[in-house]
C-alpha cells in the first residue's frame, strides 16, 4: 500500500500483488509545516481507515511519504502489522505517477508547494525549491492564489483595472463584500490549502478570458520554468530528448499556465517530452513499494490491520 500525505489531502492506496488497484481513500492535508502533529495524524488515520474498510488481508509493504518536512511513521507500520517499510522521495512519487517505471529526466510540482528535481537513471541528482510558502514555493497553487487574491482588491480598490477576480472570491470564500476577507483571513485563519484552493478559480477566470488573470498564470508559470531550467542545467545537452514530468494541481488541465511553462522550456530543451499524471500519488506509492517488495524477496506478513 501507499501513504501520501500532501500539503492539501493526504491520499491512500492498497494494490494486490499483481499491481492491480484494490482501494483508495483520502484525508485532510499533512504537511507539518503548516498543521499540527494531530492533525496530521487525523489525516492518515481517516485515509488509512477508508482504504482498509473492506480488505481483510494482511499489508505486506507500506510505501509513504509526505510533503514538507517529517511524519511519525512508527505508529502507522505498528498500526499495519509492521510490514516492509519503503520511504519514497516526493519528487520520486511524481515521476512514477506519469506512468514511468523509473525516475529519469526532470520532475516538476507545482501543487499547494512546489519542488523541481532532477534524476538520472532512477538517482536522484538535484532539487531546487520545496522552501515553503513564506521562503518559496514559486509557481505554486498557494502562490497562484496569493497574486490572484491581491489584484482581486486592488481593483476592488480602484487601483488596478477591473477583473472577473472580484466576484471569483466573493464565490469562493462565501462573501458579499471583499472587506469581509480582512477578518476571514487574519482572525479566522484561513489555512495555507483553504487559499490555494482559489488558484481553480485563477485558471477558471484566465480561461473566460479576463486578462488580469491571464498575467498572474503566465508571471507564475515563467517563474517554476527559470526554476526548472536552473535545476536542469549542466545535466542535459540542449539537443537532447528527455521526459519532463509536470505534476500537482496546476498542470492538471490545459491553461496559460501550463502553456507557458512548456514554452519557455522548450525554447532551452526543444526535443523534451512532457509527461502527466496517469495515476494518484498514493498509487506510485503503492507502486515503488510494491516493486521494492518483490525485488526483495521479503517474507510475507501475516499481520492484519489494527483498527
Same mark, same amino acid.
Given at each position: 500500500?501507499?501513504?501520501?500525505?500532501?500539503?492539501?489531502?493526504?491520499?491512500?492506496?492498497?494494490?494486490?500483488?499483481?499491481?492491480?488497484?484494490?482501494?483508495?481513500?483520502?484525508?485532510?492535508?499533512?504537511?507539518?509545516?503548516?498543521?499540527?502533529?494531530?492533525?496530521?495524524?487525523?489525516?492518515?488515520?481517516?485515509?488509512?481507515?477508508?482504504?482498509?474498510?473492506?480488505?481483510?488481508?494482511?499489508?505486506?509493504?507500506?510505501?509513504?511519504?509526505?510533503?514538507?518536512?517529517?511524519?511519525?511513521?512508527?505508529?502507522?507500520?505498528?498500526?499495519?502489522?509492521?510490514?516492509?517499510?519503503?520511504?519514497?522521495?516526493?519528487?520520486?512519487?511524481?515521476?512514477?505517477?506519469?506512468?514511468?517505471?523509473?525516475?529519469?529526466?526532470?520532475?516538476?510540482?507545482?501543487?499547494?508547494?512546489?519542488?523541481?528535481?532532477?534524476?538520472?537513471?532512477?538517482?536522484?541528482?538535484?532539487?531546487?525549491?520545496?522552501?515553503?510558502?513564506?521562503?518559496?514555493?514559486?509557481?505554486?497553487?498557494?502562490?497562484?492564489?496569493?497574486?490572484?487574491?491581491?489584484?482581486?482588491?486592488?481593483?476592488?480598490?480602484?487601483?488596478?483595472?477591473?477583473?472577473?477576480?472580484?466576484?471569483?472570491?466573493?464565490?469562493?470564500?462565501?462573501?458579499?463584500?471583499?472587506?469581509?476577507?480582512?477578518?476571514? +483571513? =487574519?482572525?479566522?485563519?484561513?489555512? @495555507?490549502?483553504?487559499?490555494?484552493?482559489? &488558484?481553480? #478559480? *485563477?485558471?477558471? !477566470? /484566465?480561461?473566460?478570458?479576463?486578462?488580469?488573470?491571464?498575467?498572474?498564470?503566465?508571471?507564475?508559470?515563467?517563474?517554476?520554468?527559470?526554476?526548472?531550467?536552473?535545476?536542469?542545467?549542466?545535466?542535459?545537452?540542449?539537443?537532447?530528448?528527455?521526459?519532463?514530468?509536470?505534476?500537482?494541481?496546476?498542470?492538471?488541465?490545459?491553461?496559460?499556465?501550463?502553456?507557458?511553462?512548456?514554452?519557455?522550456?522548450?525554447? +532551452? =530543451?526543444?526535443?523534451?517530452?512532457? @509527461?502527466?499524471?496517469?495515476?494518484?500519488? &498514493?498509487? #506510485? *506509492?503503492?507502486? !515503488? /513499494?510494491?516493486?521494492?517488495?518483490?525485488?526483495?524477496?521479503?517474507?510475507?506478513?501475516?499481520?492484519?490491520?489494527?483498527?
Amino acid at each position: 500500500m501507499g501513504l501520501e500525505g500532501g500539503g492539501t489531502k493526504t491520499g491512500c492506496a492498497v494494490l494486490r500483488e499483481d499491481g492491480t488497484l484494490l482501494a483508495y481513500a483520502e484525508g485532510g492535508p499533512a504537511n507539518l509545516n503548516f498543521v499540527s502533529e494531530a492533525e496530521q495524524r487525523h489525516a492518515f488515520q481517516t485515509a488509512l481507515e477508508g482504504a482498509l474498510a473492506s480488505i481483510d488481508a494482511p499489508v505486506l509493504a507500506l510505501g509513504y511519504t509526505v510533503a514538507g518536512t517529517f511524519a511519525n511513521w512508527q505508529w502507522v507500520l505498528e498500526r499495519l502489522g509492521n510490514p516492509v517499510a519503503v520511504p519514497v522521495e516526493e519528487s520520486r512519487m511524481a515521476f512514477i505517477s506519469t506512468g514511468a517505471e523509473v525516475a529519469h529526466g526532470v520532475v516538476v510540482i507545482a501543487g499547494t508547494g512546489s519542488l523541481v528535481s532532477v534524476y538520472q537513471n532512477d538517482v536522484h541528482v538535484r532539487t531546487v525549491g520545496g522552501w515553503g510558502a513564506l521562503l518559496g514555493d514559486e509557481g505554486s497553487a498557494y502562490e497562484v492564489a496569493i497574486v490572484g487574491l491581491r489584484s482581486a482588491v486592488r481593483a476592488y480598490d480602484g487601483r488596478d483595472p477591473d477583473t472577473m477576480l472580484i466576484e471569483a472570491v466573493k464565490e469562493q470564500f462565501g462573501i458579499d463584500d471583499l472587506r469581509a476577507l480582512i477578518p476571514l +483571513v =487574519y482572525q479566522n485563519g484561513l489555512r @495555507r490549502h483553504e487559499i490555494a484552493r482559489f &488558484a481553480q #478559480a *485563477v485558471v477558471r !477566470v /484566465a480561461q473566460a478570458g479576463d486578462a488580469i488573470a491571464r498575467q498572474i498564470l503566465k508571471a507564475c508559470a515563467t517563474q517554476l520554468c527559470e526554476d526548472a531550467l536552473a535545476c536542469a542545467k549542466g545535466l542535459f545537452a540542449p539537443e537532447e530528448s528527455f521526459p519532463v514530468a509536470l505534476t500537482g494541481g496546476m498542470f492538471r488541465e490545459p491553461s496559460p499556465y501550463r502553456e507557458t511553462f512548456e514554452a519557455g522550456f522548450k525554447q +532551452v =530543451y526543444p526535443q523534451v517530452v512532457f @509527461r502527466t499524471p496517469v495515476m494518484e500519488p &498514493a498509487v #506510485a *506509492v503503492a507502486k !515503488v /513499494a510494491l516493486n521494492r517488495y518483490q525485488q526483495g524477496g521479503y517474507k510475507p506478513s501475516q499481520t492484519r490491520y489494527t483498527p
